[in-house]
Structure formats: C-alpha cells, structure tokens
C-alpha cells in the first residue's frame, strides 16, 4: 500500500515541475534582458571610401578619344549616391557643365547615325578592300586627296597598277606579279607593246629596275617561251582584269597561246588585239597546231571586242581568213561591239578575208555596233 501511494505522489510533482520550468522560461519579464550583456554583436558599417576628384576643366578631354570621356562621365555619375547630406545625386554647376561636354564627345560614336571619322578609322585591311572596288584611276586620285590616310593605302598598292603598259620583253613585270599576287589582282587594263614601239611604258616605280637574271639568256628562241612563260603566269593572277590590248606584232608569240589564259578570267569586259597573226590559218602558226574545240569556258562580261590588222609585214598571208577570229568569238555570246579591220595589201596574189562562213556560225543577240574593214562577201 505505501509503495503504491508513492507512485501516485511521484506522477503529479514530475508535472508539476515540467510546468513550472515551461512557464517560467515563456514569461521571463523583459526588463531582466536590459542589464544583460548579449553576444550577438551588430555589424557596423563600412568606412566611406575617400572620393577621387574629377578634373572638371573641359579643356583637358581629347575629342578624338570617346573611351577616356566615358570612363570620366561614368565615375562623375557613380560618385552621387556616396555624397553626404542634401548634396546626394546633385551635380554642382562645373560637373554638370562637364557632363554636357562629356557626351558631346560620346554621342557621335554611340549614336544612331554613323560618325563621318569610322573610314579612317577602320584597319588597313578593310580600307585595303574598300579600295579594291574603285576601277578608274582620276577616282582613286580624288579619294587619295581625301585624307593622308588612304592616300597611303591607294598610292603603294592601287594607283600605279590600275594600268600596265609594258612589253611582253618586260619579264621583271611579270615576276613581280607572280610574285606579289595581292598586288596583280589590283590590275584593271593590260597593254601588251610591240617591241619597236616607241610609246612610253607605264609600270609601277618599284619595279622599274631590270632583273638580268631572268632576261638574260643565250637562246633567242628560248627567250621568247620564257616570256610567254611569265606572261600566261602573271595573267593568270589577274582575277580582277576588265580590258586587255594586245599589239605585239613583232614576236614570235602568238595570241593563240594567251587567249585560253584570258578565257580563265571571268571579268575580263574589253579586248582589243591588233595582230597579222589573227587572220593567218593556223598552218602558218609558229606550231602550227589548231586548239581543241573542247573548251567550254565563255567570257559572259566580255562587251567590246576589236580585232585589226597591221601594216608590218610581219605575220601577213596572201590568203586571209577568219577561222582564228570565229574561234576567239565563240567563247563571247554576250557581245555589244565588235569591231573587225583588214589592212588590204597592194600587189598580185594578195586576197581579202571571206566572211561568209563567220557570220553563218555567228550568234550575238545582244550585238548593237558592228564594224567591218576589207572583208569580202559573196
């Protein structure tokens, strides 16, 4: 009986003490925590970092550097909200007048119309082919006087070889544009001299010097294949070529052997050649071998073509024809001009050309200027 009502007396004081402890630790007064000493401590804030003054003379910004004015305009707004007091995102008279002067410097090369000093500006490279599309030489002129900078891009690489004239003895020409093939690409007219020309040549001034080691041979013979040779190579690297002249009518080289070159250039526009080997058969060739109808190329710019005779000599038949003429044609379908004259040669035994079967075999839809010297039709 004694052990049962301690049990009973146990049980009633646990909860008793459980309750006591709850309450006391839910009801503890406020004012017991003033004196006491917490242990959390509260962060105090960040030391103020000293402010580096703005140079506010507006005399000592370079209009020409946009990056400096940014920079300068970006840490004048970023130092507003760090100021003290009633001076918090305000300007004082001098920054606001710098501000103004800063984004005048700005505008022009964030805004939305293009700013007229991004030409020179841009690298040489893009300047370089800027250039490369401005055919005639009185425009690369006015462009050059523009400003010193493309006048140091056009006159080095575009202006002095817009135009070559020069004879196809001149293998030191055709090296150098074998060699430098950025600058043959900048070649728009090609003029091939006759070796008793008298006309002025015009080459580039950098390679006016001769190289003897290349013109200089024992073999007369071998020196004209070595100039066809450098010839055919350099056009080849002529990919730009619009007009080609073709006058050397006292060398044993023939057309024959560079018109399959000039079928490899697309946007060749004007051809003129002025040879008694045009209107000889090809027996009377220096091979005499006839080119192979195979060739499937056309010249679809190709406009104005004028092929003539001379009066040397040199190259001339007493029997003319016109099967060379209807082969170099036959690759030109989109003709505009085309200009065909035959120095008729005094003397028994001399015949004109027969143009019977060239205009049978001829089309030309586009054909607006036809010219015909000495032929004969029956």
């Known amino acids: 009986m004694d052990l049962i009502g301690y049990k009973r007396y146990e049980m009633p004081l646990h909860k ?13 007064p406020r004012s017991s925590l003033k004196g006491r000493n917490t242990s959390v401590s509260v962060p105090k804030g960040r030391p103020r970092k000293t402010l580096h003054s703005v140079d ?13 004015a940014f920079n300068v305009l970006r840490k004048l707004l970023g130092s507003l909200p760090s100021r003290i007091g009633g001076c918090q995102y305000k300007l004082t008279p001098e920054e ?22 991004t030409l020179t500006r841009q690298p040489t490279e893009i300047l370089d082919s800027i250039v490369f599309h401005v055919d005639e030489k009185r425009d690369l002129l006015s462009l050059a006087l523009s400003c010193h900078r493309l006048h140091g891009v056009i006159f080095p690489r575009h202006y002095d070889y817009r135009v070559i004239r020069c004879k196809v ?7 150098h544009l074998i060699v430098n093939r950025s600058l043959a690409r900048n070649v728009r007219r090609l003029e091939i001299l006759d070796e008793r020309s008298t006309e002025p040549a015009s080459v580039p001034s950098d ?9 200089s041979t024992d073999d007369e013979l071998g020196m004209h294949v070595k100039q066809e040779r450098f010839l055919v190579s350099a056009l080849t690297k002529m990919t730009a070529l619009h007009s080609f002249s073709w006058s050397c009518n006292h060398s044993p080289i023939s057309i024959d052997n560079v018109w399959p070159t000039l079928l490899k250039c697309p946007s060749i526009r004007e051809v003129e050649i002025n040879d008694n080997l045009v ?33 040397h000599v040199y190259g001339s038949t007493k029997t003319p024809q016109l099967l060379r003429i209807s082969n170099l044609l036959t690759n030109c379908p989109n003709l505009k001009s085309l200009d065909i004259g035959y120095e008729h040669r005094r003397g028994s035994g001399y015949q004109r050309p027969v143009a019977d079967d060239f205009f049978l075999c001829s089309r030309w839809s586009a054909l607006r200027s036809l010219s015909l010297s000495n032929l004969f039709c029956s």
């Not at 501000?99 to 000093?117: A, D, M, N």
Request: no cysteine.
């Open 16 to 28: 008793h003490l459980l309750s006591t402890t709850m309450a006391t630790a839910t009801v503890m």
């Open 56 to 68: 506010t003379n507006i005399s000592s910004y370079d209009r020409t550097d946009p990056f400096f």
């Open 96 to 117: 606001h007048k710098l501000s103004l002067h800063l984004l005048t410097i700005v505008e022009p090369f964030v805004g939305l119309s293009p700013s007229r000093r």
């Open 169 to 175: 003895s001149s293998i030191s020409v055709w090296n």
């Open 207 to 215: 390679i006016l010097v001769s190289e003897t080691d290349l013109e």
């Open 279 to 311: 209107f000889s058969d090809y027996s009377h060739g220096i091979d005499g071998v006839r080119p192979r109808n195979s060739q499937k190329s056309i010249l679809p710019e190709l406009k104005t073509v004028a092929l003539r005779s001379t009066k």
